[in-house]
């Protein structure tokens, strides 16, 4: 039998391990691998956890198949109903409670939940700046309203220009219906647009909390390697370039605002949950299957305009998720949907974060690496390995 070949060869005494050596000898950068735990979990905390897993399979639904469904439920169902009449429900009567309630405030109850949720993620993700929020995130909820104002009071304005009252000498709709006729027009859905609206709002505003808990670990690691006084250029922490006071400010905003951003996301997955439910209401039993499908198409156009092309752009705003450092980085949440949940704020961030650009990165397993580029003689061959950077390993 042959003998193992050695692990390790100590350079200053020429012998061979089978073990890394410890000791209070070994430096830093020999004794890699050293790193603070993880405090104990709850049992609470390990159900809040599976509640938000399970809320992020919802809401993270691949979202380009969730535009597909929208608009061929809005053609297909609403074309079947308006030929052969769906049997009549609960939903199917105005005054039903999620109606009145939920939908006619629909922006109101989005608005609830967003704002919040967009205030605490993003002032935590800049490190308290203030005029960064204001500057960068708060004009997504500006903007989302104001297509909401724009689109609902265009959708009106057509049905009452355009349109007649069933009874001879009533030029306006507000006469018309208040002596108790009926109004015909082209009454664009304002449901199902709101409907559709909200719910890609809620999507694409919920996606800060993809990797929300990585940020924990990550200051762990950074105060720990700032403590020991380590500046490791290999370092992959998207906090390795905060300064003391970004770092004081993110711990402190990240445990004073993680449970309530927790409870607002299971909120917001919630009501996205309903606002769908809602919609296959309207689909069945409200509006002509025209009027419906073009209030579709709007909503989708006005969210792509917004969330593919205006906010990945270099034009202010950001997308949802970006800040002073990158944590979404390599993202591996994400049900294999990457294309649907991080990959445009994900790219987008990278080019305005300060992310300093990593070369000959050294391969790791588990967060440590697999080798280092330190020479380290072979005592079985005499071939070596030089990496791009000319290094001899």
């Given at each position: ?22 000791g ?41 198949l ?9 053609f297909?169902?609403s ?16 005054d039903?409670?999620?109606n ?50 724009f689109?609902t ?15 001879k ?5 507000s006469?018309?219906?208040?002596a108790?006729?009926?109004w015909n027009?082209?009454?664009i859905?304002?449901?199902?647009f709101?409907?559709i609206?909200?719910?890609?709002v ?15 670990e ?11 006084s ?16 970004q ?11 993680t ?17 769908d439910?809602m919609?296959?209401g ?5 509006h002509?299957?025209i009027?419906?499908?073009l209030?579709g198409?709007?909503?989708i156009?006005?969210w792509?305009f917004?969330?593919?092309f ?13 800040g ?38 050294v ?13 380290v ?6 071939t ?10």
């Amino acid at each position: 039998m042959s003998k193992r070949r050695p692990l390790r060869t100590n350079l200053n005494t020429g012998l061979n391990k089978n073990f890394r050596p410890g000791g209070p000898d070994i430096t830093r950068g020999e004794a890699r691998g050293t790193r603070p735990t993880a405090p104990p979990t709850s049992i609470r905390e390990i159900l809040v956890m599976m509640i938000i897993h399970v809320c992020k399979k919802t809401i993270f639904f691949d979202i380009n198949l969730k535009v597909a469904l929208y608009l061929g439920s809005l053609f297909l169902v609403s074309l079947i109903g308006d030929f052969i009449p769906f049997p009549k429900t609960y939903f199917a009567r105005s005054d039903n409670l999620f109606n009145v309630y939920f939908v006619k405030v629909g922006w109101g109850w989005t608005l609830l939940f967003t704002v919040p949720f967009l205030t605490m993620t993003s002032y935590t993700l800049c490190c308290g700046d203030l005029k960064k929020l204001l500057r960068h995130h708060a004009p997504r909820i500006a903007i989302a309203t104001f297509f909401w104002f724009f689109w609902t009071k265009l959708f009106n304005m057509i049905e009452t220009t355009y349109g007649r009252c069933t009874i001879k000498g009533f030029n306006s709709k507000s006469q018309c219906l208040k002596a108790g006729h009926l109004w015909n027009g082209f009454d664009i859905s304002g449901h199902a647009f709101i409907l559709i609206h909200s719910s890609l709002v809620l999507i694409e505003e919920a996606r800060p909390i993809i990797k929300w808990e990585s940020i924990k670990e990550h200051l762990r690691n950074e105060l720990h390697d700032r403590s020991i006084s380590e500046q490791s250029q290999r370092s992959t922490n998207p906090l390795r370039n905060l300064s003391e006071d970004q770092v004081k400010n993110l711990q402190f905003l990240y445990d004073r605002f993680t449970p309530v951003i927790r409870t607002l996301f299971i909120g917001m997955s919630h009501l996205q949950l309903l606002w769908d439910i809602m919609l296959v209401g309207t689909m069945l039993y409200y509006h002509r299957m025209i009027e419906k499908f073009l209030s579709g198409i709007i909503a989708i156009l006005t969210w792509y305009f917004c969330y593919r092309f205006w906010y990945p752009s270099s034009i202010l705003p950001e997308p949802a998720g970006c800040g002073v450092f990158l944590y979404q980085r390599d993202n591996k949440d994400t049900f294999r949907r990457a294309n649907s949940m991080t990959s445009f704020s994900a790219a987008t961030c990278g080019t305005r974060a300060n992310v300093t650009p990593t070369t000959n990165t050294v391969p790791t397993f588990m967060g440590m690496p697999l080798y280092t580029k330190s020479k380290v003689p072979s005592p079985s061959s005499s071939t070596q390995l030089v990496n791009p950077s000319n290094d001899t390993l």
